[in-house]
């Protein structure tokens, strides 16, 4: 079991490597509001119009997110263990 010491110390590393990935988060949402806020002034067409591009955006946003989380673990792996051709081809794999 970790020292209240150590505890804070990792909540503090995890919270400075977390922070980008929940940045980035943010900014996704934060795009689409902003798109959906300025649109709907223009008109419901272009509201109509944002609405499916965003839709198709996330929709492309969570399946690379997928494939690079998937991918990930494979590549870490082989490329930590000096195998640099077996992680060549776990790219391979999953890009193509």
Known sequence: MYSKGQRK?????????????????????????????????????????????????ITATVVFKGIIAGTTPFVSRAYGSKDPLTAGRYLKFFYY
């Open 9 to 57: 110390s990792l909540t503090k590393e995890l919270i400075k490597l977390s922070l980008p990935i929940v940045l980035s988060n943010l900014a996704y949402t934060l795009l689409g509001a902003v798109d959906t806020f300025f649109m709907g002034i223009v008109g419901t067409l272009a509201l109509g119009a944002v609405g499916i591009g965003s839709i198709t955006f």
